[in-house]
Each structure stands twice: as C-alpha cells, then as structure tokens.
C-alpha cells in the first residue's frame, strides 16, 4: 500500500485539527458519524480511555513528524501490547486503515482552513482526482470540476471520499482560469442509494451518495474549522443543529439515578456581579482551576461561567448557590455523556460533554447538575430542580461513563 507524501514542512493546521480533538471510547465506527469525527478522536471497537489516548498522541506525532506508515505499526504494535488489546482484522489492515485515514481526514481540514484564508483571490476549488486503475469511476467523472469554494458540492464530496481515497482539490482563482483556459463547471449530480448498515444494536438503513464510502459524504474541514472565520464569530447568534448516530446515542432509555448527599455546602445568593464572581472563585479554589474527570478528561474553569450568565437576565437565577457542587460533580460524576451539535451559521460541528450526577438536598428536594463542555473549555452549566426522573431529558448523546 503506498503511503501518503504529505511533505517536510510542518502542516500546522492538520496538526492543530487532529490534536483539539477529544477522546471517547467507542463500541464500533457507527458510534459516530461524519461531522462528529472531526471533534473526536476514536478507534473503532476500542473502549478503554488509555488505548484511545495512546493512538490519539501516535497520529498526531505521525502528522507532525511525518512519519510514514511502517514507522506508526511500531507505535501500533507497542501500543497493542501494553493495553492487551484485542482487535477485528490483521494487523496490516488495521494499523493502515487508521493512519491512513486519520492522516487524510487531518490533511484534508487543514487543507479547507487554508482555502478559507485565500478565498477572495482563489475562489474556486477544482477536483483532482489520481486517473489509474484504482480510481472509483464517480470520482474519475468528477475530476476536473470547478465550483466556487462555498457550492454545496463541497459540503458533500470535498475529499477524502471513502478509505484510501486519493483524490484532493486544487483552489483556484480567475487568473488560473483564463490561463489554463479553464472554466466554472456544471455541479455533477449525485445520486443517493439506501444503505445497512450493521452495529450493535442492529441493523440501521441510512442513505449514502454513490461513489461515495459511507460515512464520508461530508466536508471535514467545514466541520472542523467551519466556513471561514468570520462565519464562527458569529455562531452565538444561530441555531445549532444536535446531530446523531446510526449506532450511536445509546443507551435510548438509560436507567434512573440514585441521588447522594453533596459533600460540600450551598453557596448564598449573590446580590450583584462582584459577589457572582467571588462565589465562582470561593468554588474552585481561585480565578481558574482545572479539574480532571473519571475518564482523564481535562475541565478547564474560570469566569467564563459568570459570563455566560451574566449576558442574559433569566440566567441570574440563585444558580450560583450551587458553584460549590461543580468540582464534585466533574470530578465524580454519576455519569458523563457526549452530544455534537453543527452551527447553523458556520457549519462548524462542537462537541459537547455532560456530567450527570443527582444531588438529594434534603426536604424533597433533588438538583441535577448537566455541565457542558466545548473543545476542552467550559461553555456553559444547567441546573435542573425537581427530581431524577425529570432529569431523563438531559442524559442523551453518547454515554461514555458511568459510575
């Protein structure tokens, strides 16, 4: 199998997209699906945090380093060794499917923040598919197409377009039209075919474009990096879409939580924004604080919360009484869940982490407290008041933990 050439000169951006990448364990690659991939970092059918965490530092050394193929099977195999793990398929097969994938997804976002930053000199992307005899027909017919960078043909068929796919795109601008004597294409039409798809759980139909793998109809970079800088900035003012997994989002119907005394006392209502802030400080133990969860997750927390509450009134609502539960529940939390979600205004995919744990407060009182995490920085905390069965709506996504 040949291996990538992705030359000497460090590719910052593919390494920064496969290194803010979060850990999860899953069960099989159906756990997750398209956009999802580019906010986690997964081995198929690998469960444990520490064999999921060894893999994500050896292929981001591989895209940093450039290290070829036969360099990370010997990271494959040390890394096999010491976690006892098990795997489908040989050795060979397993070990180049995840390089070459994850080094082809990485390149392919950091290939897409480039064009973001050039788009107004180069406003096009031409496909350039590799014209041998391993070539998949559709992409041999879309070689050689020119749309403009923001066409939804790209959200669809930006390569990689399926395993072992070669095939890249070329950004382009009017000089290099009229030079080559090029022109803007007819988008090609793609057409979509149903799909089985086999997971733990069963067998999932899902539709899937033709000539395309399942599971790579999507555009990496957007997802990661979104559709330009200025687009992100202005996220907080859309929607953001949940996404789903065929075989992910289990389990549908988890089971009630016991609730347990906190170990630490409420906090008294703040009467205006200093005190707000000093009650997040008297929490964590000072201005920021880290703190790591059951899985090795790393939670970073600092005023970013009182912020968030503060921009809206509904927010100031005596939730800061219950800052001092915060590491408590991050740090030993009944259960952690994930949940991705796409913005609507740039396209860009974030992933959230829920911790869940049910505090009994006495008199028929019970608090659930759902915290989110975006990218490894605190984005935002929910209280629910009332009782565990209530709190159901809240643990949904991927769960990943429980105690």
Not at 83 to 88: D, I, K, L
């Amino acid at each position: 199998m040949a291996e990538p050439e992705w030359g000497g000169t460090p590719f910052t951006e593919a390494i920064d997209f496969h290194r803010q990448k979060i850990d999860l364990p899953t069960r099989a690659w159906t756990d997750l699906w398209k956009g999802q991939h580019a906010r986690a970092s997964v081995v198929a059918g690998a469960i444990q945090a520490n064999l999921v965490a060894d893999f994500h530092a050896a292929v981001t050394r591989a895209i940093a380093e450039g290290r070829t193929l036969a360099d990370f099977r010997k990271d494959f195999d040390r890394i096999v060794a010491a976690r006892g793990w098990s795997y489908n398929g040989s050795r060979g097969w397993r070990s180049a499917v995840i390089y070459n994938t994850n080094l082809r997804m990485a390149h392919s976002a950091g290939r897409w923040a480039q064009i973001q930053r050039v788009r107004k000199r180069r406003p096009y992307l031409r496909y350039s598919a590799i014209l041998d005899g391993r070539t998949r027909p559709e992409h041999k017919a879309w070689h050689g197409t020119i749309l403009p960078v923001g066409h939804p043909f790209w959200q669809t068929a930006m390569p990689p377009n399926g395993f072992n796919c070669r095939c890249t795109v070329i950004s382009v601008g009017d000089k290099d039209l009229a030079r080559r004597g090029w022109s803007v294409s007819d988008p090609p039409d793609l057409e979509t075919e149903t799909r089985v798809l086999n997971t733990p759980d069963g067998k999932v139909k899902t539709r899937g474009v033709k000539g395309i793998d399942t599971g790579f109809d999507y555009n990496v970079g957007e997802a990661g990096y979104g559709r330009g800088a200025d687009l992100v900035a202005q996220e907080r003012h859309g929607a953001w879409e949940a996404l789903s997994a065929p075989g992910g989002d289990k389990p549908a119907r988890p089971g009630p939580l016991a609730s347990v005394k906190p170990k630490a006392s409420l906090g008294p209502r703040a009467k205006d924004e200093a005190t707000l802030r000093q009650a997040l400080r008297q929490a964590i133990g000072g201005e920021e604080a880290v703190i790591t969860d059951p899985v090795g997750g790393r939670v970073q927390l600092g005023q970013a919360i009182v912020d968030h509450m503060v921009a809206d009134p509904k927010r100031m609502d005596g939730r800061e009484a219950l800052f001092p539960l915060i590491p408590e529940l991050i740090g030993t939390p009944a259960e952690i869940w994930v949940g991705f979600a796409t913005s609507s205004v740039s396209g860009r995919v974030a992933l959230r982490r829920r911790y869940v744990r049910l505090f009994d407060l006495g008199k028929d009182r019970a608090v659930g407290l759902v915290a989110d995490l975006d990218g490894g920085r605190w984005s935002g905390i929910t209280f629910y008041r009332g009782n565990a069965r209530g709190l159901a709506n809240l643990r949904s996504g991927l769960r990943i933990y429980t105690e």
